[in-house]
């Protein structure tokens, strides 16, 4: 009972880092709609940011994950700038090879910068661990901090989506890009905007990923980040609560698959329960369904 | 000239340019002439050579003829290459067969059947979904497949094959070891019969966007709505394309799982996957000429520059993307269509004002 409490917890904290990577895509593709594969590897160079900030520079973890957070906004506004902008009118194929090739090219950029050996993460959350029941249940710092973080970030996107003024704007060009360009919302900026959160978002995710899972190599975001898409795909793609959920259940799964079906298979077990998801309820469990037209 | 005339015309290149090119190889290899002879480090690549040349190709069918991008090619050519090693050494141990091109031919067509056997099973579900909720889910089809295959455990003993799940104790000598994949592998696949196996990739692909249900696949491609309501099966036409395609890659994967000594499930990465993608990009989404000549010059360019091997991927990397961007990008495309209309208006007022 304990044990299966205890795997629940690191599942639900696991899931909260997918769900703030979810985020990231679930945004960009209800604004965007397209794929942007390279979001994955903006957590990886956020953790690297991170690492680097700390053990080089040696400087306090908050103001190291600050400026991470900063050199991903301002990475993810130049991903889209010099890469996606040119692509507004070419076919989803054209643009989801673009990002695919966007996110080879900062994976391999970390490797010349930092190297192919794997570096080792010590978590920058410098809090005790609780014990419960006796001791029998150990909560980690790093747990409650990611939770924690999971819940404030959405709090504060839902504000910001459904009060601000720029909110009112993203919704708006999600819903008709031609129609919110005609009452005047300024469309490129709205989706600069976008991916600046994402980014951001995705650069606290890659220390909070960092700090659960102590190693950092430059293909540490790609597995993370095609989990985290698939669980903006389970949750509804384009829809925020949904990308919450859709993370969160991940997460459980992925971990209770690994404790008590097996270790091999538990990608398998994720990636199956998408696939069938995905056929019982084409747009995802929170998304909304698209009439197509003729 | 007839559409017909000028196909046929077409595909003759194609076969051409592969025959020769195969020529020039064999003579290269030979020696026969002076200061003309293969390197060791290329006589290596020939079969993955055509092994990426088959899966790009092949991935060209459902990507450029079919339209649907499929981000789990890998997939298929892992199942064909097991399947077929598994295959080649079951014929050795049973029936001490020692032709070895038999033995090959027999182990390539049993890759093909498995892996079109894995295409049936993955295209049924994912044939339903469009778009980019197809290419996510063949990713995570990829992914499953090398997953499971990391499970899979496959011995002999005195001439009967046995598999488990999960379960590495097995009677008899291992062929298939889970994570650890398939070692002591008899290296039978040869360059010529990778040649042979191109030619029947180019004679499968290319009879088959010149016919009836090519003409079919390609109108659902490009207005399915429409081709529907002229009684075209979308469904099945789909499926055509999606099977042969990942039958086609389950061959290229048997041909490089025979070509090594030992391959594990690693080796089929969401990397090898992009890897194709990246050679049907380059060579022309839905051109089949494109496709050989990019596998195969691509395959072959980080051997040529061996000293810029750290740098391989980075250099794919902006490739792809800016091939991406002047293709696609209405600013750029404006550009070479102004330099274009330039540079003729400047060959004309040439041959118009002989000076």
Redesign the interface.
């Known amino acids: 009972m304990v044990s299966l409490l205890s795997h629940l917890l690191n599942g639900i904290s696991l899931g909260s880092v997918y769900a703030i990577i979810a985020l990231g895509y679930t945004m960009v593709y209800g604004i965007a709609k397209m ?1 942007n594969f390279a979001h994955g590897d903006v957590i990886m160079i956020g953790a690297y940011i991170t690492f680097s900030a700390v053990h080089m520079w040696n400087m306090p973890p908050v103001l190291a994950v600050v400026i991470s957070m900063v050199v991903c906004t301002v990475l993810g506004v130049l991903i889209e700038g010099l ?1 996606y902008k ?2 507004r ?6 643009v ?3 990002a ?3 996110s ?2 900062l ?3 970390a ?2 910068v930092w190297g192919p050996n794997p570096k080792s993460f010590p978590s920058v959350i410098g809090l005790p661990s609780i014990s419960l029941l006796d001791g029998q249940l150990i909560i980690a710092a790093e747990t409650i901090v990611t939770v924690l973080a999971n819940i404030v970030i959405m709090i504060a996107l839902t504000l910001f989506t459904n009060k601000t003024k720029m909110g009112k704007s993203m919704r708006g060009v999600s819903e008709d890009k031609g129609a919110a360009q005609l009452m005047g919302i300024n469309v490129n900026l709205t989706i600069s905007v976008t991916f600046a959160i994402g980014s951001a978002l995705a650069a606290i995710a890659g220390v909070l990923l960092c700090s659960t899972y102590p190693v950092l190599m430059p293909t540490t975001g ?1 597995m993370p980040g ?1 989990k985290a ?2 669980a903006a ?1 389970f949750g509804g793609i384009g829809s925020i609560p949904g990308a919450m959920l859709g993370g969160i259940l991940l997460g459980v799964i992925e971990i209770l698959g690994k404790a008590y079906v ?1 270790t ?2 538990s ?2 077990i994720v ?2 329960v ?2 069938i998801v ?2 019982v309820k ?1 747009t995802g469990l929170l998304g909304k369904k698209v009439h ?1 037209k ?1 | 000239m007839s559409r017909a005339k000028k196909n046929f015309i077409n595909n003759l290149i194609t076969y051409g340019m592969v025959v020769v090119a195969f020529l020039i190889c064999q003579l290269a290899l030979s020696g026969s002439i002076d200061g003309f002879k293969m390197s060791r480090s290329l006589k290596g690549q020939l079969v993955p050579i055509c092994v990426y040349i088959v899966m790009a190709v092949s991935l060209n069918l459902t ?1 450029g003829i079919s339209g649907e ?1 499929s981000l789990g090619h890998a997939g298929f050519m892992s199942v064909g290459a097991f399947s077929g090693i598994i295959m080649s050494t079951w014929l050795a141990a049973r029936f001490n067969m020692n032709n070895e091109v038999v033995r090959l031919i027999i182990s390539l067509f049993t890759g093909g059947i498995f892996a079109g056997i894995a295409g049936v099973l993955i295209g049924i ?1 994912v044939l ?2 469009r ?3 197809l ?3 063949t ?3 990829g ?2 497949i090398r ?2 295959l ?2 899979l455990y496959f011995s002999i003993d005195e001439g009967r094959l046995h598999m488990s799940f ?1 379960d590495p104790m097995l009677p008899g000598k291992m062929i298939y070891n ?2 650890a994949g398939a070692t002591g592998v008899d290296k039978i696949s040869t360059f010529g019969m990778g040649f042979a196996l191109i030619l029947f990739t180019l004679f499968v692909v290319l009879n088959l966007i010149n016919s009836r249900s090519g003409r079919a696949i390609m109108a659902i491609r490009d207005a399915r ?1 429409a081709a529907e309501s002229v009684g075209i099966n979308v469904p099945k036409y789909k499926m055509m394309a999606f099977v042969i395609s990942a039958a086609l890659a389950g061959m290229a994967g048997a041909l490089y799982g025979l070509n090594i000594s030992s391959v594990t499930a690693a080796k089929f990465k ?1 990397d090898t996957s ?1 890897l194709v ?1 990246v050679f049907v ?1 380059l060579g022309g ?1 839905g051109n089949i000429r494109g496709s050989v000549i990019a596998a195969a010059l691509l395959t072959v360019l980080p051997e040529v520059l061996r000293a810029f091997s ?2 391989r ?2 250099v ?3 490739v ?2 800016v091939v ?2 002047a ?6 495309a404006t550009r070479i269509a102004t330099l274009k209309s330039k540079i003729i208006r400047k060959n004309q007022t040439k041959e118009g004002n002989p000076a």
């Open positions: 794929l890469a040119p692509l009118q070419a076919t989803s194929l054209a989801l090879i673009t695919i090739g966007m080879y090219l994976q391999n950029i490797l010349l790609s095609i898409f698939t795909v097996s091999e298979l990608d398998a990636f199956g998408l696939i995905l056929l084409p197509e003729v | 990507v991008l579900p339903r979904l778009g980019d909720y290419a996510i889910v990713l995570a089809f992914e499953i997953n499971v990391n499970c999960l889970g994570p709505v969401f992009i993608l990009v989404i750290d740098y991927m980075l794919y990397a902006i792809l993307i991406m961007l293709s696609n990008s209405p600013f750029i």
